[in-house]
Protein backbone atom coordinates (compact mmCIF):
# COMPACT_ATOMS: atom_id res chain seq x y z
CA UNK A 1 0.00 0.00 0.00
CA UNK A 2 1.27 3.51 -0.58
CA UNK A 3 2.00 5.98 1.89
CA UNK A 4 1.24 9.87 2.34
CA UNK A 5 3.06 11.64 -0.56
CA UNK A 6 4.50 15.27 -0.20
CA UNK A 7 5.94 17.49 -2.83
CA UNK A 8 8.18 19.48 -3.17
CA UNK A 9 10.84 17.73 -0.43
CA UNK A 10 12.35 20.85 0.08
CA UNK A 11 11.90 24.72 -0.57
CA UNK A 12 13.73 27.55 0.00
CA UNK A 13 12.22 31.17 -0.50
CA UNK A 14 12.76 34.55 0.12
CA UNK A 15 10.50 36.32 2.92
CA UNK A 16 7.54 37.52 1.51
CA UNK A 17 7.50 35.35 -1.31
CA UNK A 18 4.76 32.58 -1.77
CA UNK A 19 5.03 28.94 -1.77
CA UNK A 20 2.67 25.85 -2.62
CA UNK A 21 2.81 22.58 -1.04
CA UNK A 22 0.85 19.14 -2.55
CA UNK A 23 -0.09 16.57 -0.35
CA UNK A 24 -2.04 12.90 -2.09
CA UNK A 25 -2.88 11.17 1.33
CA UNK A 26 -3.41 7.12 1.77
CA UNK A 27 -6.21 5.87 -0.87
CA UNK A 28 -9.15 4.96 0.94
CA UNK A 29 -8.73 7.95 3.58
CA UNK A 30 -11.51 10.08 4.33
CA UNK A 31 -9.29 12.67 6.71
CA UNK A 32 -6.47 14.82 5.82
CA UNK A 33 -4.21 16.27 8.16
CA UNK A 34 -1.57 19.29 7.61
CA UNK A 35 0.93 20.24 10.44
CA UNK A 36 3.39 22.41 10.93
CA UNK A 37 6.29 20.75 12.70
CA UNK A 38 9.40 23.50 14.15
CA UNK A 39 12.33 22.03 14.38
CA UNK A 40 12.98 20.63 18.51
CA UNK A 41 9.35 20.38 18.36
CA UNK A 42 6.04 18.28 17.93
CA UNK A 43 3.96 18.65 14.89
CA UNK A 44 1.18 21.51 15.14
CA UNK A 45 -2.24 20.78 13.54
CA UNK A 46 -2.83 23.65 11.11
CA UNK A 47 -6.06 22.37 9.55
CA UNK A 48 -8.11 18.98 9.27
CA UNK A 49 -10.29 18.23 6.11
CA UNK A 50 -13.59 15.65 6.18
CA UNK A 51 -13.33 14.69 2.45
CA UNK A 52 -13.40 17.78 1.23
CA UNK A 53 -14.70 20.24 3.71
CA UNK A 54 -12.67 21.89 6.22
CA UNK A 55 -13.67 20.40 10.05
CA UNK A 56 -10.61 22.00 12.19
CA UNK A 57 -8.69 25.20 10.90
CA UNK A 58 -8.83 27.09 14.59
CA UNK A 59 -4.70 27.25 14.52
CA UNK A 60 -4.06 28.22 10.90
CA UNK A 61 -3.22 31.73 10.08
CA UNK A 62 -5.71 32.71 7.97
CA UNK A 63 -4.34 35.95 7.03
CA UNK A 64 -0.85 34.32 5.13
CA UNK A 65 -2.10 30.43 5.10
CA UNK A 66 -4.43 28.76 2.88
CA UNK A 67 -5.55 25.34 2.02
CA UNK A 68 -7.75 23.16 0.27
CA UNK A 69 -9.03 19.82 -0.41
CA UNK A 70 -10.62 19.28 -3.91
CA UNK A 71 -12.66 16.33 -5.09
CA UNK A 72 -11.85 15.06 -1.30
CA UNK A 73 -8.16 13.31 -2.32
CA UNK A 74 -5.55 15.52 -2.69
CA UNK A 75 -4.37 19.03 -0.61
CA UNK A 76 -2.85 21.98 -1.20
CA UNK A 77 -0.97 24.06 1.13
CA UNK A 78 -0.11 27.79 0.46
CA UNK A 79 1.42 30.74 2.19
CA UNK A 80 1.53 34.31 1.06
CA UNK A 81 3.47 36.44 2.04
CA UNK A 82 5.49 33.70 3.82
CA UNK A 83 8.06 35.06 6.70
CA UNK A 84 10.97 34.49 8.76
CA UNK A 85 9.41 32.21 11.49
CA UNK A 86 7.15 30.16 9.08
CA UNK A 87 11.07 27.64 8.39
CA UNK A 88 9.59 24.20 9.53
CA UNK A 89 8.22 20.99 8.32
CA UNK A 90 5.10 20.73 7.15
CA UNK A 91 3.54 17.79 7.43
CA UNK A 92 0.30 16.04 5.82
CA UNK A 93 -0.89 13.05 7.26
CA UNK A 94 -4.17 11.22 6.34
CA UNK A 95 -6.67 8.55 8.36
CA UNK A 96 -9.67 6.40 7.49
CA UNK A 97 -12.34 8.66 8.64
CA UNK A 98 -12.47 10.89 12.02
CA UNK A 99 -12.01 8.72 15.54
CA UNK A 100 -9.46 7.52 17.37
CA UNK A 101 -7.93 6.25 14.53
CA UNK A 102 -4.19 6.35 13.61
CA UNK A 103 -3.27 9.16 11.18
CA UNK A 104 0.17 7.87 8.76
CA UNK A 105 2.46 10.60 7.76
CA UNK A 106 4.16 11.69 5.19
CA UNK A 107 7.87 12.33 4.83
CA UNK A 108 7.03 16.21 5.01
CA UNK A 109 8.69 19.20 3.00
CA UNK A 110 11.04 21.45 4.59
CA UNK A 111 10.88 25.48 4.16
CA UNK A 112 13.37 27.53 4.48
CA UNK A 113 12.23 31.24 4.70
CA UNK A 114 15.65 33.71 4.27
CA UNK B 1 -6.30 23.13 26.72
CA UNK B 2 -4.50 19.78 26.18
CA UNK B 3 -0.72 19.49 27.50
CA UNK B 4 1.47 16.87 26.72
CA UNK B 5 5.05 16.80 28.58
CA UNK B 6 7.87 14.32 27.76
CA UNK B 7 10.60 13.47 30.11
CA UNK B 8 13.49 12.91 29.82
CA UNK B 9 14.34 15.56 26.52
CA UNK B 10 17.23 13.35 25.24
CA UNK B 11 18.48 9.75 26.43
CA UNK B 12 21.32 7.98 25.76
CA UNK B 13 21.81 4.09 26.00
CA UNK B 14 24.48 1.33 25.43
CA UNK B 15 23.04 -1.36 23.38
CA UNK B 16 21.15 -3.51 25.46
CA UNK B 17 20.36 -1.35 28.61
CA UNK B 18 16.81 -1.25 28.58
CA UNK B 19 15.10 1.94 29.44
CA UNK B 20 11.38 3.66 29.78
CA UNK B 21 10.73 6.70 28.26
CA UNK B 22 7.82 9.06 30.19
CA UNK B 23 4.44 10.51 28.82
CA UNK B 24 2.78 13.04 31.52
CA UNK B 25 -0.92 14.51 29.86
CA UNK B 26 -3.42 16.79 30.72
CA UNK B 27 -6.92 16.33 28.86
CA UNK B 28 -10.32 16.95 29.43
CA UNK B 29 -11.23 13.06 28.15
CA UNK B 30 -8.93 11.07 26.80
CA UNK B 31 -9.89 9.30 23.13
CA UNK B 32 -6.83 7.65 22.30
CA UNK B 33 -2.84 8.23 23.30
CA UNK B 34 -0.50 8.21 20.37
CA UNK B 35 3.22 6.83 20.41
CA UNK B 36 5.64 7.75 17.03
CA UNK B 37 8.64 7.26 16.04
CA UNK B 38 10.36 9.91 14.00
CA UNK B 39 13.58 9.52 12.47
CA UNK B 40 15.72 12.24 10.84
CA UNK B 41 14.20 13.76 7.43
CA UNK B 42 10.91 11.36 8.01
CA UNK B 43 7.48 11.86 9.06
CA UNK B 44 6.22 10.28 12.07
CA UNK B 45 5.66 6.48 11.91
CA UNK B 46 2.96 5.24 13.89
CA UNK B 47 3.81 2.77 16.64
CA UNK B 48 0.45 2.60 18.89
CA UNK B 49 -2.34 3.94 20.16
CA UNK B 50 -3.54 3.14 23.74
CA UNK B 51 -7.44 3.89 25.09
CA UNK B 52 -7.74 3.48 28.61
CA UNK B 53 -5.71 2.80 31.85
CA UNK B 54 -4.35 -0.18 32.60
CA UNK B 55 -3.92 -1.35 28.43
CA UNK B 56 -0.76 -2.11 27.42
CA UNK B 57 0.59 -2.94 23.87
CA UNK B 58 3.88 -4.58 22.27
CA UNK B 59 5.88 -4.66 19.42
CA UNK B 60 9.02 -6.21 19.34
CA UNK B 61 11.11 -4.99 22.17
CA UNK B 62 8.89 -1.69 22.55
CA UNK B 63 5.81 -1.83 25.23
CA UNK B 64 3.84 1.21 25.93
CA UNK B 65 1.50 1.18 29.19
CA UNK B 66 -1.09 3.94 29.98
CA UNK B 67 -2.37 5.29 33.39
CA UNK B 68 -4.83 8.09 33.72
CA UNK B 69 -2.09 11.10 34.17
CA UNK B 70 1.17 9.43 32.04
CA UNK B 71 2.51 6.68 29.66
CA UNK B 72 5.44 4.82 29.71
CA UNK B 73 7.18 3.61 26.44
CA UNK B 74 9.38 0.37 27.69
CA UNK B 75 12.83 -0.21 25.50
CA UNK B 76 14.17 -3.70 26.29
CA UNK B 77 17.80 -4.16 24.97
CA UNK B 78 17.74 -1.62 22.55
CA UNK B 79 20.07 -1.79 19.47
CA UNK B 80 21.78 0.94 17.62
CA UNK B 81 18.26 0.78 15.33
CA UNK B 82 15.93 1.98 17.96
CA UNK B 83 17.68 5.16 17.88
CA UNK B 84 15.36 7.74 16.39
CA UNK B 85 12.81 10.62 18.53
CA UNK B 86 9.22 9.09 20.27
CA UNK B 87 6.59 11.20 19.96
CA UNK B 88 3.83 10.72 22.42
CA UNK B 89 0.50 12.57 20.90
CA UNK B 90 -3.15 12.72 22.95
CA UNK B 91 -6.35 12.70 21.59
CA UNK B 92 -9.11 14.52 23.42
CA UNK B 93 -12.64 13.57 23.37
CA UNK B 94 -14.36 17.20 22.61
CA UNK B 95 -13.54 19.16 19.67
CA UNK B 96 -11.81 17.82 16.56
CA UNK B 97 -9.59 14.53 16.23
CA UNK B 98 -6.57 16.61 16.63
CA UNK B 99 -3.20 15.13 17.94
CA UNK B 100 -1.80 17.08 20.64
CA UNK B 101 2.38 16.10 20.40
CA UNK B 102 4.75 16.32 22.90
CA UNK B 103 8.42 17.57 22.09
CA UNK B 104 9.70 14.20 21.93
CA UNK B 105 12.34 12.21 23.25
CA UNK B 106 15.66 12.03 21.50
CA UNK B 107 16.66 8.61 21.86
CA UNK B 108 20.66 7.50 21.21
CA UNK B 109 21.60 4.00 21.39
CA UNK B 110 25.36 3.16 21.66
CA UNK B 111 26.90 -0.04 19.65
Known amino acids: EAGVAQSPRYKIIEKRQSVAFWCNPISGHATLYWYQQILGQGPKLLIQ????????DSQLPKDRFSAERLKGVDSTLKIQPAKLEDSAVYLC????????????FGPGTRLTVT | EDQVTQSPEALRLQEGESSSLNCSYTVSGLRGLFWYRQDPGKGPEFLFTLYSAGEEKEKERLKATLTKKESFLHITAPKPEDSATYLCAVQDRAGSYQLTFGKGTKLSVIP
Open chain 1, 93 to 104: ASSLADGAYEQY
Open chain 1, 49 to 56: FQNNGVVD
